[in-house]
């Protein structure tokens, strides 16, 4: 039987505290933005998940061709005994490692900040995998990797070989100087033995890119306009979703898609729950996404600065995607 705990790094108003500071300071600010884990309510992730399977969507499909493919070469190579994961989710194509795990002493770490979804997938797992032991974390691993990754002598993994994976292309979301951040905390977190899986996508023709984020059936266009439904009913705004079109760009000098929202027209937003208002004007934008796209060498060199070192490299068959493997250098 597995064994299967919870444990809660959040304070209980940790979700409306993010949010309020976020939409604070980024719908406040001259150029407005607003980070893309808010996308993801019940509605939002229902989008998503119908995103993840339409045609022009490739990341999700190509990164789960990788991990059929070589999930027991991953695992083999980097000697891992206990897996973490970094943004779990469902914890859907995490099954394919988990399933290469030797079958005796493993455990699996999913860390996410949603409860409802954290303990469904990790009650799943245990379900499903009945000799592995299976820990669900909440908490947010931008600013508690130190807390996570840390090893209490009484662990009864102390010792253990982990791997932490970052999986579905997320690393794209943050800005460089948050990966640099990101990569630093997280180099400083590991120990010998340890290893990091990273998904990331590939830089490629924007012929490729902008329909992936601008599909024909509006399914993305729906996701992103979702995120105002979000902030009316949490934070009693009034957005009319019908003032805004959706927006995918692809920002050559950076190397990163851009996910928009533009008024159509002059308009005032009442934010009653923040005590705010917002003017924007016809054609102003909100930037709600940033999804970098990746090279190889792009990838040696900030994890090279970061203190890690190359272990393996795999895409699929159509270089879209890429899994890596690194270790503290």
């Given at each position: 039987m597995s064994s299967y705990s919870y444990i809660d790094h959040l304070p209980i108003d940790f979700t409306s505290a993010?949010?309020?500071?976020?939409?604070?300071?980024?719908?406040?600010?001259?150029?407005?933005?607003?980070?893309?884990?808010?996308?993801?309510?019940?509605?939002?992730?229902?989008?998503?998940?119908?995103?993840?399977?339409?045609?022009?969507?490739?990341?999700?499909?190509?990164?789960?061709?990788?991990?059929?493919?070589?999930?027991?070469?991953?695992?083999?190579?980097?000697?891992?005994?206990?897996l973490v994961e970094l943004g779990s989710g469902s914890s859907e194509k995490t099954r394919l490692l988990l399933d290469a795990l030797p079958a005796e002493g493993s455990a699996y770490v999913a860390l996410d900040v949603s409860e409802t979804a954290l303990r469904e997938a990790c009650a799943a797992v245990a379900a499903d995998f009945p000799r592995l032991s299976v820990k669900a974390v909440r908490a947010d691993f931008e600013n508690q990797l130190p807390t996570v990754l840390g090893r209490p002598s009484s662990d009864p993994d102390r010792g253990a070989g982990r791997m932490v994976a970052f999986l579905g292309g997320t690393i794209g979301n943050l800005a460089p100087e948050q990966r640099r951040a990101f990569l630093g905390t997280l180099r400083?977190?590991?120990?010998?033995?340890?290893?990091?899986?990273?998904?990331?996508?590939?830089?490629?023709?924007?012929?490729?890119?902008?329909?992936?984020?601008?599909?024909?059936?509006?399914?993305?266009?729906?996701?992103?306009l979702n995120v105002l439904e979000v902030l009316n009913r949490r934070l009693a705004a009034d957005f009319d979703r019908g003032d805004f079109e959706h927006r995918a760009i692809w920002d050559a000098e950076n190397a990163w898609m851009e996910m928009r929202l533009r008024a159509v027209r002059a308009l005032s937003v009442?934010?009653?729950?923040?005590?705010?208002?917002?003017?924007?004007?016809?054609?102003?934008?909100?930037?709600?996404?940033?999804?970098?796209?990746?090279?190889?060498?792009?990838l040696q060199t900030e994890f090279a600065a970061a203190g890690f070192a190359p272990v393996g490299w795999w895409t699929d068959p159509d270089g879209l995607f890429s899994l890596s493997l690194w270790t503290p250098a």
């Open positions: 993010s949010l309020r500071s976020d939409v604070l300071e980024g719908l406040l600010a001259e150029r407005k933005w607003l980070p893309p884990k808010w996308f993801y309510d019940k509605t939002g992730s229902a989008l998503f998940e119908e995103i993840t399977r339409l045609p022009e969507y490739y990341p999700t499909r190509a990164e789960r061709a990788i991990l059929e493919r070589s999930a027991a070469e991953v695992v083999a190579l980097s000697g891992c005994r206990v400083a977190g590991l120990s010998a033995g340890d290893s990091f899986l990273l998904g990331a996508d590939l830089v490629k023709s924007p012929e490729v890119l902008i329909p992936a984020y601008n599909d024909a059936a509006g399914v993305t266009a729906a996701f992103n009442r934010i009653a729950g923040l005590g705010v208002g917002l003017e924007l004007a016809a054609g102003e934008e909100i930037r709600t996404e940033i999804s970098a796209k990746f090279t190889k060498a792009r």
